[in-house]
């Protein structure tokens, strides 16, 4: 009986795809064949027979006397020769393996470095969007200036609002807004949703990079190749950006309470526009909104100005409101270089956005290059609804249940799984730029069980609005904070990372009362703040930011 070789592991990785694209290889011709030998003996041997169909015979491992056959006939023939000699122990094909990847089969997808940059070439090998696995469909909401829906590359992935009869002036589904079978259009109230060619041209830009059709032979990949995407016209002042927000919780909210019978599943909104020289204090309506839509468990993804600016210190909206439920997204290039906005407080990352080739409007603009923070905005809109969508079963029920706290976690996996880079450094909150693939695998860790589901627990809580007379100061801070409102029923106060690992504990002294001050020696990032009464209550939970 041969003795199989046991020294080398092969380690083969199946991962199941989503995707219905798969494309089954085509086989492969076998030039060369590995064999293992016995021992230094058996490899002379072999050598001295001058077999007719060996061309050539090299080294591959020598310790394991494993060695790399080139051959003149068949695989499965010469392998069954090797077999035969009493010096060989094992014998098999050499085959090319395939890189984990998918390559879309679009026809401008070589321009798309945006999307290699980001990984979205992993990330499709696993999923390519579409629905959870409770067949909700996963829905990114893009509020801008107009769109053509008839653009060839978006196929299926317009969203359909199911309980509205197309062209009809009633409310069928009596959810305020009549005839909004595919959208809605903010400034005429109406569902009408294709603007003219002058405006559509700035929304097609955006909706290409979050919803083109992937691997259809056609034009580029969009990030979600069967995720829908919900058309808002709005955005053109405070006005219409508040219709535009009110618009996406009515439906998400009817979604969640009539259990998909009703609105739409909205996960994320793409915003690409904003003011520059405001802060949060200029606009306390337009900022408020952002919690509300986080409670429903909304993220918004949202761009920073175009200017080369610290808007820490020159302002920006929406960069400045204070909600965690926002990303702020600046610009990079094909190498990381910084376009767009900075400031290392309220800025939270950089993605693709210079030289980006996208869809275009109309017929003689179906495809054109963009460049700018509202293209590198989509590609985090594009990635938060792709991670729901690639969600295992209990992140989806728990996403139903605590749709908050799962937007917490979804933008955590975001900002903790990007590439540091240089110029992003200091620049930014994160630190980096948005990497898909890393993101993807931070949610695999929740899923099995690697981080602390209770993280974001009572996430509605987490706010930079302080309650019960508690007031934590400064926020973000670097080497410490205060904390006002102190009183004898404190017990204690305690600090999380983003693991879910306590960094620090401070039992409250019985006489202290008023304020105190807390030392935080551990790297910068964000981390949750939590009072305890005596009872073990949790009285306040901040998120904090050390910076």
């Not at 190749?225 to 955005?235: C, D, E, Q, V, Y």
């Not at 898909?436 to 931070?442: E, G, V």
């Amino acid at each position: 009986m041969k003795k199989y070789f046991l020294g080398l592991i092969v380690l083969f990785t199946f991962i199941i795809s989503k995707s219905e694209n798969t494309i089954a290889p085509k086989p492969e011709k076998i030039n060369s064949v590995l064999v293992q030998f016995a021992d230094d003996k058996g490899i002379t041997l072999f050598q001295s027979r001058h077999f007719s169909w060996v061309e050539k015979t090299e080294i591959v491992y020598k310790p394991f006397h494993i060695y790399k056959i080139e051959i003149n006939n068949s695989a499965e023939q010469a392998i069954n020769n090797l077999l035969s000699l009493p010096y060989v122990t094992m014998a098999q094909p050499n085959r090319k393996l395939e890189r984990r990847t998918v390559t879309p089969n679009d026809s401008l997808y070589s321009d798309q470095w945006n999307m290699r940059i980001i990984r979205m070439d992993s990330v499709w090998q696993i999923t390519v969007g579409g629905p959870d696995t409770k067949a909700n469909d996963i829905v990114t909401a893009i509020v801008d200036a107009g769109f053509d829906t008839t653009h060839p590359d978006f196929g299926n992935n317009l969203w359909v609002n199911k309980n509205e009869i197309p062209g009809s002036p009633i409310d069928n589904d009596s959810n305020g807004y009549a005839g909004d079978y595919h959208g809605w259009n903010t400034y005429i109230d109406k569902g009408f949703i294709i603007d003219s060619i002058e405006y559509a041209v700035h929304g097609m830009s955006v909706t290409g990079i979050t919803s083109a059709v992937g691997n259809n032979h056609i034009g580029i990949a969009g990030i979600g190749w069967k995720n829908k995407f919900l058309p808002i016209i709005g955005g053109g002042d405070e006005a219409n950006a508040i219709k535009s927000y009110g618009y996406v919780l009515t439906q998400k909210k009817r979604y969640l309470e009539t259990s998909g019978e009703y609105g739409a599943y909205i996960v994320s909104v793409n915003s690409s526009w904003g003011q520059s020289g405001l802060f949060a204090t200029d606009a306390p309506i337009w900022c408020a909104l952002y919690d509300s839509m986080g409670k429903y468990g909304i993220l918004n993804a949202t761009a920073v100005s175009n200017t080369k600016t610290d808007l820490d210190l020159a302002g920006d909206l929406p960069t400045l409101c204070p909600s965690h439920f926002t990303i702020t997204v600046t610009s990079t290039d094909n190498v990381d270089g910084l376009h767009g906005g900075y400031g290392n407080t309220n800025v939270d990352i950089g993605a693709p956005g210079y030289g980006i080739r996208t869809t275009g409007s109309y017929v003689e603009q179906r495809y054109k290059h963009s460049n700018g923070t509202s293209v590198a905005t989509p590609h985090v809109a594009g990635v938060i609804s792709m991670l729901y969508s690639a969600a295992c079963d209990s992140f989806t029920e728990y996403a139903h249940q605590y749709p908050d706290s799962a937007a917490l976690w979804v933008k955590f996996f975001i900002m903790n799984g990007v590439d540091t880079t240089a110029q992003l450094t200091s620049t930014t909150v994160s630190n980096g730029r948005l990497n898909a693939y890393k993101a993807l695998q931070l949610l695999n860790d929740w899923c099995n069980g690697k981080l602390n589901h209770s993280l974001f627990d009572d996430s509605h809580s987490i706010t930079k609005t302080d309650h019960n007379n508690f007031v934590l100061y400064p926020n973000p801070g670097n080497e410490s904070f205060s904390i006002k409102g102190i009183t004898p029923t404190i017990d204690k106060i305690e600090i999380i990372d983003f693991s879910g690992r306590i960094v620090l504990k401070k039992i409250i002294e019985k006489d202290n009362s008023g304020e105190i001050t807390i030392n935080t020696p551990f790297m910068n990032g964000i981390y949750i703040v939590r009072i305890f009464d005596k009872d073990g209550k949790i009285l306040q939970k901040w998120l904090w930011s050390k910076i």
